[in-house]
């Protein structure tokens, strides 16, 4: 197995901070030639933080799997705008179909996906409570937003939990 700082077709270099649809913010630590299906492909080393948990992802899946760089410090205000809005009328009323619509736009990678339905959980739980997987999808919302957001504009994530509240307050 040959390990490489760079590969011509890689997207993201050796330390490159990344958002990996589902778990968030990761550092690519390498890149890596493995045997996958009896053939050689290179592959990210991602390892995650927060979780301490490390994934191998083939780079030609990156955009597939929705693998992205982190936001720029100058879209932090269209997350927040995002998350003051009304959001969508006529939330579904089938909580099954409900989750399986947020787990997709959470998986899509978008951090913009990711605050609407933090926000529509939000609204939700305010409402008439959330069940246990909601709250599940909620909780991870939450996470994935904070840290991305502190990523992007440098502040902790308790400035962030902060910063968020006081947008959803005012």
């Known amino acids: 197995m040959a390990v490489s700082t760079e590969k011509p077709d890689a997207k993201f270099g050796l330390g490159s ?6 778990h968030g913010l990761g550092v690519i630590e390498q890149i890596e030639d493995k ?12 390892r995650f933080h927060a979780s301490g948990m490390t994934i191998t ?11 992205r760089r982190i936001i720029r410090k100058q879209d932090v205000p269209k997350v927040m705008k ?4 009304e ?10 179909k409900r989750q399986k619509t947020y787990l997709e736009k959470i998986k899509s990678g978008s951090i913009y996906e990711v605050a609407a339905v ?9 409402g008439k409570g959330l069940s246990f997987g909601e709250q599940q999808v909620f ?4 996470k994935l937003i904070v840290s991305e ?12 939990v902060k910063l968020i509240n006081d947008t959803l307050e005012s």
């Open 17 to 22: 901070k990344i958002v990996y649809p589902s």
């Open 35 to 46: 045997t996958i299906a009896g053939s050689c492909e290179a592959c990210y080393v991602i």
């Open 57 to 67: 992802a083939p780079v030609r899946a990156a955009d597939t799997v929705g693998m």
């Open 82 to 85: 995002i998350l003051r809005d």
């Open 87 to 96: 959001g969508e009328a006529g939330v579904e009323s089938n909580w099954n």
């Open 118 to 126: 933090y926000r529509d959980l939000r609204a939700l739980r305010n």
């Open 139 to 142: 909780d991870n919302a939450h």
């Open 149 to 160: 957001i502190a990523e992007a504009k440098g502040l902790t994530e308790e400035k962030v």
